[in-house]
């Protein structure tokens, strides 16, 4: 089973992604994602 990655809304703190981590896992991920409760693109990181 792959170890999975939570993204958060830096916005409003919503966990909207659930992504399969990386293989070199060593820093958290940050990407740029649509959120749904904010309705626009913002920055989105790993929780746990």
Do not use: F, I, W
Request: charged share 30%; with cysteine; hydrophobic share 25%.
């Amino acid at each position: 089973m792959a170890n999975k990655v939570v993204l958060c809304c830096e916005k409003c703190g919503a966990r909207n992604y659930n992504l399969p981590a990386p293989k070199d896992s060593s820093k958290r991920m940050e990407l740029k994602k649509y959120c749904s409760n904010c309705n626009e693109h913002t920055l989105h990181k790993q929780t746990r």
